[in-house]
């Protein structure tokens, strides 16, 4: 067996872990290496959740009877105990969404709708980059075409890192905001966040993070990334569907309006006008996902009894022998950064001129689960000249014994395609 230094004890964590002893097609066991999709889910989470419905459901804040105030003690407990994973300065920074995409929006709709200085409008820039998700093109696409202001982007070098040669030029004073990952879906690059911030401040502008590939594999400080607003999702984080969080500055929030309009996020209503709620209730319109935020607590739990620090640190072993293993595979070529340094745990691949689709299938015939196309990053695929890619993403249950199936299994395919 492979063995490689700071791994954690994964053969103790993958017990957290029921799915990950599923048994798949003609007796082979799961390889799972989709976790940049979504990670497994611990039993200490899937028992949270449980407990939530089997004793404490009920509707939150409003409710004077028992189950209610246990069922909002849960919820805002939930935010209490992110507030603190991401070391937000307070807990009313801490917005509840139902994924990371619905807080990138809620960035787009509250700067489409404020009042200066915050307000994006004709004479405005907004700026993001190549590598971005989808949800973090199209919020902006929408924004600019509602509003007027001019779509601006960072693009790619060779080696899959952001070209920042132009800075000055792409971020300038009619810039309101740079939105920008944390961490490549696609390729795993980790981006250069201080110097994009700096320039931003430089300027005035505004500076949205996706952390969404962030958050689960690194420790999370918000104050020290000094970027305005930080977006992630909990179903890759070991939490359930359904729940994300979008983290911004209090004086934002204040001024800021509400994107969503209903139950909860008022403080007074009448038939001629409204007025709103404090952040982050203000943010929060309707029934909000309890459970879900009760089961992302508990992800939070678990991945902070491992330790953050201790995560990243199996991750980066896990992922530099990942790139080592398949360089050797004849044909392969990595699609961003060829080093284990300054990159996360995907890895987006292809082979020869096989389809990626192609190759996912005959992998998933051998139990291995990776992720095919454009993994929502299309402008990738596009700069780099290729219809899609293979993508296998790893997690604190992954093993050297998984990669070296990965790479087993491509020889698999090699051979199914001649």
């Not at 889910?41 to 949270?48: E, G, H, K, L, S």
């Not at 505004?206 to 999702?233: G, R």
Request: one cysteine or more.
């Amino acid at each position: 067996m492979t063995q490689l230094p700071g791994l954690l004890d994964t053969e103790a964590l993958r017990k957290d872990f029921p799915i990950l002893d599923r048994v798949l097609h003609d007796g082979k066991k799961l390889v799972y290496l989709d976790n940049a999709a979504t990670s497994q889910t611990p039993r200490q989470v899937i028992d949270a959740v449980s407990e939530y419905y089997e004793r404490h459901n009920a509707n939150v804040h409003r409710g004077v009877h028992v189950l209610a105030e246990e069922a909002t003690a849960l919820y805002e407990g939930a935010r209490d105990k992110v507030a603190a994973f991401i070391n937000a300065p307070s807990r009313d920074e801490v917005i509840f969404t139902k994924n990371a995409s619905e807080s990138l929006n809620l960035v787009a709709n509250m700067l489409g709708w404020a009042d200066e200085p915050y307000r994006v409008d004709s004479e405005t820039e907004i700026v993001i980059t190549e590598m971005e998700h989808h949800s973090n093109i199209v919020p902006w696409q929408l924004l600019s075409q509602r509003t007027g202001a001019k779509l601006k982007w960072f693009g790619l070098t060779d080696d899959g890192r952001l070209d920042l040669s132009n800075i000055d030029e792409v971020i300038t004073e009619k810039t309101k905001i740079v939105s920008f990952t944390l961490v490549s879906n696609i390729m795993g690059t980790v981006n250069p966040v201080e110097a994009i911030v700096r320039r931003a401040q430089d300027v005035g502008a505004l500076v949205l993070l996706d952390a969404s590939q962030a958050a689960p594999h690194m420790p999370l400080d918000v104050q020290a990334l000094q970027a305005d607003f930080v977006a992630f999702t909990g179903h890759k984080m070991c939490g359930p569907t359904g729940i994300g969080v979008l983290w911004g500055r209090q004086e934002l929030l204040e001024d800021l309006p509400p994107f969503l309009g209903g139950g909860e996020m008022i403080e007074t209503v009448s038939m001629s006008s409204s007025t709103y709620a404090p952040a982050p209730h203000k943010f929060e319109a309707g029934t909000p996902p309890i459970a879900q935020a009760v089961g992302l607590g508990a992800a939070v739990d678990y991945l902070s009894s491992i330790g953050m620090d201790k995560i990243a640190a199996h991750e980066h072993a896990i992922t530099e022998y990942a790139v080592r293993r398949l360089q050797e595979v004849p044909d392969l070529r990595i699609i961003g950064p060829v080093t284990a340094e300054d990159r996360g745990a995907a890895i987006s691949f292809v082979l020869g001129d096989i389809h990626p689709h192609d190759v996912g299938q005959v992998l998933d015939e051998q139990g291995i689960a990776v992720r095919v196309g454009h993994h929502c990053a299309r402008p990738v695929c596009l700069r780099y000249g290729i219809p899609a890619t293979t993508r296998a993403s790893f997690y604190l249950y992954s093993t050297p014994a998984e990669v070296d199936a990965l790479v087993d299994g491509l020889e698999h395919v090699r051979n199914f395609f001649g």
